[in-house]
Structures are given as C-alpha cells and as structure tokens.
C-alpha cells in the first residue's frame, strides 16, 4: 500500500479553509435554491447567459434535465457536493492528482456535514448519488474545457458512474463503500485547477437555500468586479441562475430576496444590496457592494498579511433600504441623519414592518413612501410579535454553537425587555380606567390625523402601544447597562 504524504501545518490549514470546487458544475446553475422540504420539480432548466470575448458578446445556454423520480439538484444535494469535494480535495493535497472512482462511506460524508445519524440521511445520500448520476446537462456553448481550452456544445453528467454500498462489484464482491465516478469533463478541469475556491467556516454558517446557492456565483461576480467594488446583476438572469421564481413588484423582490441578502451581509460576504429597474425599464437589476469577506479570503488566498479594506458607507443601511422603497435621496438623508441612535438600530425593523402594512392595504395607502417617512419620524413602535429578518437572523444564531455569544446577547436584551414590558404593564395598572382612556383618546386622535387609512382596530392597536412607549419614556427605568451590572450573576452571561 502506498505510503500518504502527511501535508504541512500551513498548507493543511489553508485546505481545511478553503475548498476547491470544480468551476463550471457551480457557476452554470445546476444547483437550485430550493426550500427545504419543497417537492422536487421534474421540468428542465434553461439559463442563458452572456459574456464578451474580446469586444464581441457570446450567448451561452445551459438546460438541466432531471430524472422524473428524482427531480432537480437543490441546495442540499449542493452541501452533500461539498462534502464530497472536501474527500476530493484531500486526495488531491495527498496525491497531486484525483482519479476514479472516489470511495467514502456515508459516515465520511455525516461527519462532514455535520448532520445527526439517522435512517433518513443514509436514505437521502443514496438519493443524491442517484439524482447526480442520472441529471443531465446540456450545454450550448457554457461549459469551459481547460485542456481543449473552449466552450463546449455536447451533453454532460456530474457523476457517470455510481456504485452504492451493498451492490455487486464487478469481481462479484459486495461493495463496502460508495464509489463514484466524476464525469471525465469535470474531472479534468479538477486536476487542471479550473477551480474555484469556497471558503467553508462562512459558509458552514448560512441558513438560507438561496444565499448558500448564490455564495459560488458571487466568487466569480465579486472578483470581476473587484475595481469598481460593485457589481450589477438582472433580476431575471439572476432567478435562472439560482432556480428561483420570478416576482413582479418591487416589494415581492424585496421579501423574497432580503432573508438571503440579509445573512449575506451578515457573513461579510456582501456590504449593502438594492434592487433598481434596468435602463431599458423592462427588468429590474439587483446593485451589490462587495463586502469585508471577500477581501479577507483574497488577501488569504494571495498570502498578504493585510486585506484591502473595504470602502466604508456615510450612511446607515437604512438610508439606502428607503430609497430602495421609493423615498428621494435628499429626503431619505435628511431623515435618517435627524434620527437617534437608539432608533438607527430597530429602523430596519420599522421598514420591514411598514413593508408589511404597505402590503396588507392593498392599494389603500397612496403614497408609500410617504408612509414610511411619517412612521420613521415619529419612531412608532413594532409590534412586539413581529419577526423582522434582523429578529428572524438572531434566533437562527441562538440554534448555532458557533453563535454563543450572539445568542447570549440577545437573550439578556430579551430578559430587558421583558424587565421593561412588567414595569411599564405595572405602570398601566397603576392608572385609573378614566384617565387611561383620556390619554387613549388623544393618542387615537393623533394617529387617525397621521395615517387616516387605518382601520379602527388597527388605530387602537398604535395607540394603545404608543401609549406604553411614553410612559417606557417617562419613567426612571434601568438603562440596560444598568439592568446587566444588577442582574443576578449566577445565570452565566458575559459580555
């Protein structure tokens, strides 16, 4: 047998962080951003895409076909991908070269995907080998051949062969271990270092089908545009690549893409998004900042000790989430320099929640933007049991072992705020029936004056939180640092 080279400390490190991918399965759109749980669909794919080749612009068309029992590769075939590139790359640090077939057992492959033990994942990692082996591709003109070094228009498969633990081995033996066979296309740009290398830790961190299919897109994206440190991208080519739906409204993109953007730019991976209609007016384009991440992993990847430091925003990511919403500029600056601290921190919450009243109207409200700078300005408060994709990000960190302290964080802001609704629901009780409602009056009266829309519900519902709100404001409660130096130390928290 064979003796391995054990790798050096440094180099063992950088492959543990970075994984080398085979660059065209993961940029032509074979892997779809489905949900989890969503049924499978057994139509083909069609993504076209364009590139310029010295001056000239080249049209380039990809179809996926999936098997009809199947269905198409989403986003948890492309995690149990991953993990098999991560044998794949280990064979190539070990050996300098890959060859077939590439043999594992499905307890490799649970490990690396960190996943629990269970009937059901050895089921669904037989499935995936069979969905990979039996999908096809059809490329016209969008699959790259480094060794014939051009564009190929032919048919493809990811895996050609796969042989499963417990079939029957040529020799007439019983296989012990899967084995899989890379298609020769793939195989050859793998060991011709037609790669492209995904950083693993951030992306070990992703929850969402969507960011976690569009992090090998944004690799290519984010470093052809690395000079202007922005890029742009068509709604609708953009929905191709990822297998999404396309929306219609602005504000249907927005919902449907800023779960995805929003654990994005919490990764570093992007700084700020919008999405603004095309020159032409028949699309919209979504507009991207390059984020700290991706010049930590290019300074890794080169070996510079420093990292090109991203360029730093004037303004607050809310001032652009309003002008996205339709507020001008000039407006949406004067507000947003005008408000609090306190406040810059939940206004991303406001947004999306008026995001929501804006929807629920269905026409009625005129002037949206308008309604978002009034409820902004006067710092009306959310609705304690709205989930905001910011509240939404935290309680997915409170899941992960990698988010203690995050979700330590907000645990004890929690523990505050539940300290604070019992003081201010004691001060309630403390007011008598007749005076409450006096106040209640006034406040009514103000908010129907402000959003006259309303229905008499829902102006109830502002006033009888406003009405909390001032007396949160009036009253000599404990600021939070407070709150921390005199709670009970025994619980564990640190900060």
């Not at 645990?411 to 005076?435: C, G, H, M």
């Amino acid at each position: 047998m064979e003796e391995k080279k054990e790798l050096e400390p440094r180099e063992r490190a950088k492959a543990q962080s970075f994984l080398r991918l085979e660059r065209n399965l993961n940029t032509i759109g074979f892997f779809s951003a489905s949900k989890p749980g969503e049924k499978r669909s057994t139509q083909s794919r069609m993504i076209e895409t364009k590139r310029q080749i010295d001056g000239k612009t080249y049209v380039s068309k990809t179809t996926i076909f999936p098997n009809q029992e199947y269905g198409l590769p989403n986003t948890s075939d492309q995690d149990k991908y991953f993990a098999l590139m991560h044998l794949v790359n280990r064979i190539k640090l070990r050996d300098g070269v890959v060859k077939n077939p590439i043999g594992f057992s499905t307890m490799e492959l649970i490990e690396i995907l960190g996943i629990s033990v269970a009937g059901s994942a050895y089921e669904e990692i037989r499935s995936w080998l069979k969905r990979l082996v039996l999908t096809g591709i059809v490329s016209e003109g969008a699959i790259y051949l480094p060794h014939r070094k051009k564009y190929a228009s032919d048919t493809f498969h990811a895996f050609s062969r796969v042989i499963t633990a417990g079939e029957e081995l040529e020799d007439g033996g019983i296989a012990d271990r899967h084995y899989v066979f890379l298609g020769d296309w793939l195989l050859e740009s793998f060991n011709r270092n037609y790669v492209l290398p995904i950083e693993m830790e951030g992306y070990r961190k992703l929850r969402s089908p969507l960011a976690k299919t569009l992090v090998p897109h944004l690799q290519l994206w984010l470093y052809g545009s690395r000079a202007q440190r922005r890029f742009e991208k068509r709604y609708s080519d953009l929905c191709a690549i990822c297998g999404i739906e396309i929306c219609r409204y602005l504000s249907e993109i927005h919902r449907q893409l800023r779960t995805a953007m929003g654990e994005l730019q919490l990764g570093g991976y992007i700084a700020s998004w919008k999405v603004v209609d095309t020159a032409d007016g028949k699309d919209f384009k979504v507009v991207i900042k390059h984020g700290e991440k991706f010049f930590t992993d290019q300074a890794l990847l080169s070996g510079k000790e420093e990292p090109a430091k991203a360029i730093v925003e004037e303004l607050p990511p809310v001032f652009q989430a309003m002008v996205d919403r339709g507020v001008t500029p000039s407006a949406a600056r004067k507000l947003v320099r005008g408000l609090p601290d306190d406040q810059i921190k939940i206004a991303m919450d406001q947004l999306e929640y008026c995001d929501q009243v804006v929807q629920g109207s269905r026409g009625k409200i005129k002037n949206p933007p308008g309604f978002y700078v009034t409820f902004l300005r006067n710092n009306d408060p959310v609705p304690e049991d709205f989930v905001s994709s910011s509240k939404a990000a935290f309680m997915r960190m409170e899941e992960e072992a990698r988010g203690k302290e995050m979700a330590k964080q907000w645990l004890i802001q929690q523990e505050y705020e539940d300290y604070v609704r019992t003081e201010v629901e004691l001060l309630v009780a403390r007011i008598s029936e007749r005076e409450r409602e006096e106040h209640l009056e006034i406040i009514r009266r103000d908010v129907r004056k402000a959003y006259p829309f309303m229905t008499p519900k829902a102006i109830q519902e502002a006033a009888e939180l406003r009405l909390r709100r001032n007396l949160r404001e009036s009253s000599p409660l404990l600021t939070l640092d407070e709150f921390i130096h005199n709670r009970n130390p025994q619980l564990g928290f640190s900060f």
